[in-house]
Nanobody, 121 residues
């Protein structure tokens, strides 16, 4: 099972930016980011395929967040711009052995420990 380690969370004002990183111990077909706010279900944010870098974004972050990956480091990044208070959540990196980007948590096999992102108004 792939081990995932996230970093880069923190506190930022609305309109600001943060970059999250997720280092994987091995290669998988798909890497994704999810987030979970207090009292809410874990929701899909974005996913990327390793082989061709095709991406899938949730509507709530499209145009503001960008996912990228560095194959040499087995690392994916999430650049978050124009952050809003409603982006506040624990962000989780996830890895899937499946070929396509899935948007539901059960489709992912490995999870990171999560990193807190707080956006103040």
């Amino acid at each position: 099972q792939v081990q995932l380690v996230e970093s880069g969370g923190g506190l930022v004002q609305a309109g600001g930016s943060l970059r999250l990183s997720c280092a994987a111990s091995g290669r998988t077909f798909v890497m994704g980011w999810f987030r979970q706010a207090p009292g809410k279900e874990r929701e899909f944010v974005v996913g990327i395929r390793w082989n061709n870098s095709s991406t899938t974004y949730s509507d709530s972050v499209k145009g503001r967040f960008t996912i990228s990956r560095d194959n040499t480091k087995n690392t994916v990044y999430l650049q978050m711009n124009s952050l809003k208070p409603e982006d506040t959540a624990v962000y989780y990196c996830a890895a899937s052995k499946r070929w396509a980007v899935a948007t539901t948590p059960p489709m992912y096999d490995s999870w990171g420990q999560g990193t807190q992102v707080t956006v103040s108004s």
